[in-house]
């Protein structure tokens, strides 16, 4: 069975002190996790160390990073390579999201190579898509997606593929407070899953946990999470206050 997971992205917030709170405040919260539920920290490079002493213990909590290098070990000033993740026992790593796309101008083919090196290093993409809001009101979303889809991803062979994790983002839901509808998301996550199963065959579609991110909160999340393509959530700004964190994690399906 496909995991549910609440990812929280806690993009570029907190100062060293205020995350330190934060994950304290989280692991004081009494979660009951089942085996197919798991809980993610995107949290920034220099707090990956700190995340990751404060969940050696926790179960079913692990820590993501935001991004990782295209490139491996070298001479790229600034850059984080999967390999240095791995080897801090990272295992899980955000890739392509809109942000990224937009601000650092990281194109399908960038990300594809992001992919390898983190599948190399066995650390697990969180690989994030999703549509402009021109794209939506074109009704174009659905192409717009897939083509995002197949050139970062249809490279991959079907072991690589098996469990792996798509985030479906829509830009004009991010930190906006303009949520798309539960009916909505489960129709783009039928089609992601869809898009897998044509190339891959439905076993394979079917292990893909595919979450919805775009202003999921405390009270919306169920709503959305209980549709049956939609594995969970990729979390921003709710992300940022516990008590919000523990309801969208107490809404993952079982
Ligand atoms: P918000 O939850 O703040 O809308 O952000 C969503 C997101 O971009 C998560 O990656």
Redesign the pocket.
Known sequence: MRKQIAAA?W?MNLTFEQADQLINELLNFSFQLNDNQLVLLGVPFPYLMMAQHHLRLSNGIFVCAQNCASTSNGAYTGEVSAEMLKSMDISFV?IG???RREYYHENNALLSEKVNKALESKVKPVF?CGEPLAVREGNNQNSFVEQQLKESLFHLSSDQIRNFII?Y?PIW????GKTATSEQAQEMHAHIRNVFAEKYGMEIADSISILY????KGANAADIFGKPDVDGG??????LVATEFQKIINSLKA
């Open positions: 992205n993009k955000i999201h809109s942000e994030c985030a983002e839901a991010i930190g906006t991110g775009g202003s999921v990729l979390v921003g700004g709710a992300s």
